[in-house]
């Protein structure tokens, strides 16, 4: 790419970071069912379920099972809701079929079956009977979806059923790709849906046989075609071939898992009609037949070829280890294929090793042999300067200043970065620290989620950029923060060669590695906490220390031997025993004191390889800092945001979080202890109005008795 890539100007702005609006925000259902992907009908499946027209036996979001028949009664249902005749059926439930097994036809199908008759879409057997709960067959499906579209059924040639039907299907766009191979076989559902949503395209015929003035049941009007070039959840709108369109409420996808994945692809989009909220805004959009999904990661190199690669290809490389070759030279063709580039929507000759940085997000639109045709980059404002192609562009929060009402103009972070660097003497670090400003116009996203600037926390992993990639601390055109940690043990530590980068460090974390960009790496045996960024890189430094853990201290047994004393401890509601380090002398005096009238409520045993090496009085609060006010717990993802009146802190789930009842901290001393035992309420038994109390490892926390002032 320093010879064949450069900058096009294709789109505006990246509008995903744009100035978000004060509206309701569309949401996105990746995907439409959960069992449709790879399978024959995907794409169809999808958009039936968008449009209602199918919707399986749980509604959207549950499973369709695409590879099981289709009943003639739920097939009659389908076509009956795609030819936009529903509300006939709704008025004909209460009809009974003129079929001679119209008992068996179930109550939910008895409109459609109506309906169906009515429109001449079904005649039934030649004994009267229907057979609701008959699979339809491949040919019988063909015949109902012909006779559906008004015109097509009096086109039909007289030949013997029914392979006249299949002939004219298969002329007419009835049928697609759908396999019809085995025509008395029964009908799939993903077969169902390519044939259905085929049909819906066929333009009623007149009595002529010529194309009438009426509209195919997906009328034109409701679908466009075009490239995907941008799209704004939060204002609802979406540019398809440079026109713009309104999204509804909820927008369901194709083959993408997110809208960002369908950028710069062709693309399918389809308005609803019917549903309130739907009216000519768009409910579907899936890229067109024939084109590859695109890939969306994080940018590393260009001009990468792998060992024993003699293909002559050269190609993109990507953190997550995907390579995409982009140079179709040699016997593909006599002239390099370009790769179209936008950054943050900036055009520009510039080669692209000056630009695009390592972790740079991109999105890369493949053709049908998966090469590379076009790339949407957002490239984040570059911090490290100076230090060649590893320039980092990652932050972590390093405090929280949060704004005290939406009008405050901003949220204060303090972020910090290793700067990452090879120099002559190998691998070298620093440390760069900044104060920015987030102002209330400033898009932000939390794991992917539309978030809240005062929502950031410490030892999130951000990404940010600002207008024109100069720095401009009032004006950050977007905030993007990773929140998500590994915790464990490190068990191995090593250093890499990476052909074409340099070195990179990987860190065993119990059992799996992790690429790391540290500012201290860590030793075998520590037990840490990482902050990863989005290519699950250990990149903050969130804790790290000596294998060694704070315990409850419950209770004492002096041995004649103090290598043999038995200690009583209890841990996240779990006691145990621990016998004595043998280098540990126990005071006997201290422990009877502590074990006396408050018996294990105020003491930590220190534990070290499985066993006691101290014992702590927890009168003694030089070990704690606080009161903090708890501002948010979150069970699931084992972490707490505390503030302490200015800023707000995350503390992870390596905390033990203790109720300690009946006590008051006068600031000086607990005082007013009962005879109730401390209990584990764990990070779930937090209130957000609870005080609490943090251990200066921060692995205990105290919280202060909620029945008292």
Not at 102 to 110: G, K, R
Not at 473 to 493: E, H, M, Q, W
Not at 555 to 582: E, K, N, R, Y
Request: hydrophobic letters at 45%; glycine letters at 10%.
């Amino acid at each position: 790419m320093r010879k064949a890539l450069f900058v096009v100007l294709i789109l505006a702005m990246v509008s995903s970071f744009g100035v978000v609006a004060f509206a309701a925000t569309s949401t996105v259902k990746a995907p439409v069912f959960s069992d449709i992907a790879g399978k024959a009908g995907e794409w169809e499946l999808a958009a039936l379920g968008a449009l209602g027209v199918f919707t399986g036996d749980t509604g959207v979001g549950g499973t369709v099972r695409p590879a099981d028949p289709i009943t003639r009664a739920e097939f009659c249902k389908v076509v009956v809701t795609a030819m936009g005749k529903g509300s006939l059926a709704a008025g004909l439930t209460g009809l009974v079929p003129s079929f001679t097994d119209a008992a068996s036809i179930q109550a939910w199908a008895v409109g459609y079956v109506n309906a169906a008759a009515m429109m001449g879409i079904i005649h039934g057997y030649s004994d009267g009977s229907f057979g609701p709960n008959k699979p339809v067959t491949s040919a019988e499906a063909i015949t109902m979806l012909v006779r559906a579209v008004p015109g097509h059924d009096a086109q039909v040639g007289a030949g013997v059923w029914p392979g006249n039907y299949l002939w004219y299907g298969l002329d007419n766009d009835f049928v697609g790709d759908a396999d019809i191979s085995a025509t008395n076989s029964p009908c799939t559902r993903g077969n169902m849906a390519i044939m259905v949503f085929n049909t819906m395209n066929v333009q009623p015929l007149n009595a002529d046989g010529d194309p009438s003035t009426a509209d195919p049941a997906l009328n034109p009007v409701r679908v466009h075609e075009g490239t995907l070039d941008t799209y704004t959840l939060a204002s609802n709108s979406v540019t398809i071939g440079a026109a713009l369109h309104t999204l509804a409420g909820t927008v369901n996808l194709a083959i993408a898992a997110n809208m960002e994945g369908l950028r710069t692809l062709p693309v399918l989009a389809i308005t609803g009609t019917h549903a309130a909220g739907t009216e000519n805004k768009v409910v579907f959009i899936g890229p067109t037949e024939g084109t590859s999904a695109a890939f969306a990661g994080t940018w590393r190199a260009d001009d990468f070829v792998p060992a024993n690669d003699t293909s002559g290809l050269l190609y993109l490389r990507f953190n997550d280890g995907t390579l995409i070759p982009y140079d179709v030279q040699a016997t593909h063709a006599a002239t390099p294929q370009n790769v179209q580039v936008t950054i943050n929507g900036v055009a520009g000759n510039t080669e692209e090793s000056a630009i695009l940085k390592r972790y740079d997000a991109c999105v890369v639109t493949k053709n049908d042999e998966g090469f590379a045709t076009n790339m949407v980059v957002t490239h984040d404002y570059d911090w490290a300067a100076g230090l060649g192609d590893s320039k980092c562009n990652r932050f972590w929060v390093t405090n929280v200043i949060p704004a005290t009402t939406d009008t405050t103009f901003t949220t204060v972070l303090g972020i910090a970065e290793w700067q990452v660097g090879e120099g002559t003497g190998g691998y070298v670090r620093g440390e760069a620290n900044v104060t920015i400003q987030v102002p209330v116009t400033c898009p932000v996203t939390i794991n992917g989620a539309v978030g809240a600037r005062n929502s950031l926390a410490k030892w999130d992993v951000v990404y940010v950029g600002f207008a024109g990639d100069t720095l401009d601390i009032d004006l950050p055109a977007y905030v993007t923060a990773i929140r998500k940690t590994v915790s464990g043990t490190v068990t191995n530590f090593r250093v890499v060669t990476n052909p074409g980068f340099g070195f990179d460090h990987v860190a065993t974390v119990s059992t799996v590695d992790y690429y790391c960009d540290l500012k201290t790496d860590p030793d075998v045996g520590n037990v840490v906490t990482y902050g990863l960024d989005r290519d699950d890189y250990a990149y903050a430094p969130v804790s790290g220390q000596v294998p060694t853990f704070y315990w409850w201290f419950k209770s004492w047994t002096d041995m004649p031997d103090p290598a043999d004393d038995i200690f009583a401890v209890d841990i996240s509601g779990s006691a145990g025993t621990q016998s004595c380090d043998p280098a540990y002398t126990p005071d006997p005096a201290e422990l009877a004191t502590i074990m006396g009238d408050w018996l294990g409520h105020i003491a930590l045993a220190d534990i070290d390889g499985g066993h006691v090496i101290g014992v702590t009085p927890l009168d003694s609060m030089s070990l704690f800092t606080g009161p903090f006010d708890v501002v948010a717990v979150d069970p699931v993802g084992e972490f707490l945001v505390y503030k302490d009146g200015t800023n707000n802190y995350v503390l992870d789930a390596e905390a033990m979080a203790v109720y300690m009842q009946g006590a008051t901290w006068t600031g000086a001393a607990w005082l007013s202890w009962d005879q109730s035992p401390s209990s584990w309420c764990g990070l779930g038994g937090l209130l957000l109005t609870d005080h609490i109390y943090i251990s200066l490892d921060e692995l205990v926390v105290l919280v202060k008795n909620r029945n008292l002032p």
